[in-house]
């Protein structure tokens, strides 16, 4: 995925490659088999450059949800989207669109489409031809921005953190390992949280998840072992 000319625009960009993500309110229970409605707003810093970002999650007809990333800085706003099925108890994406604008530059604008009854997922719009897909879809695949709603639940259950990432024409495997319990700060209050990792070559990307939260409380990004992204929770609505 692209990297925006500038360092405010490549935080707002990062997180959208790591999903990192918001934290709805304390009264969705992570456990539940199907989502729940929220909004949640987080703040998020990138080598010193800060940015706004709100994350939603809407019902639409049937078992199908849409959640919603937005990541506004001074220079740089973009939005992501999954549409979304609950598809037997399996959560897996049926569409996505990514847009970038930077400000007084250009903006980007990328679908995607998830045809499991086909079995392979496709983009279009700005997109390299190489990116374009066709992707064979395996059961179980996520998207970035979806794999943050399925790992928290995953982990109440006790499941195994290992997905497959099908994301603009390329496949990513996962796997998350537990780094033991720490505190963190939610709403002003210290709450115990589970610390998972993910290793792989020059980047990690470390989450804390906190019960009775059904996104991850913090998400942290590293590279060549520096942080790189740190998005931290600040207040549901």
Request: proline fraction near 4%; aromatic fraction near 6%; include cysteine.
């Amino acid at each position: 995925m692209r990297m925006l000319p500038t360092r405010a625009a490549a935080l707002a960009r990062g997180l959208l490659l790591t999903s990192a993500l918001a934290v709805s309110a304390l009264a969705v229970q992570t456990r539940a088999s199907a989502p729940a409605p929220f909004v949640a707003d987080y703040r998020a810093t990138y080598k010193g450059v800060t940015a706004d970002a709100r994350m939603s999650i809407e019902r639409q007809d049937g078992d199908r949800w849409k959640c919603t990333l937005s990541i506004t800085s001074a220079i740089a706003q973009l939005t992501q989207v999954t549409v979304f099925e609950d598809h037997g108890g399996r959560w897996r994406p049926l569409a996505g669109t990514d847009v970038s604008h930077l400000l007084m530059v250009k903006k980007i604008h990328r679908q995607a489409v998830y045809d499991w009854a086909g079995g392979h997922a496709r983009w279009s719009g700005d997109v390299k031809p190489e990116r374009a897909g066709p992707v064979a879809l395996q059961a179980g695949d996520l998207d970035g921005l979806l794999m943050n709603l399925v790992i928290v639940r995953d982990l109440a259950a006790g499941k195994p953190l290992r997905y497959r990432l099908v994301d603009e024409g390329r496949v990513k495997p996962m796997e998350f390992s537990v780094a033991g319990k720490e505190d963190i700060a939610i709403g002003g209050e210290s709450r115990q949280a589970t610390k998972l990792v993910n290793a792989g070559g020059s980047r990690e990307m470390h989450l804390w998840i906190v019960d009775g939260l059904p996104l991850p409380a913090r998400i942290l990004q590293r590279k060549d072992g520096r942080d790189e992204i740190d998005l931290r929770f600040v207040a549901a609505r």
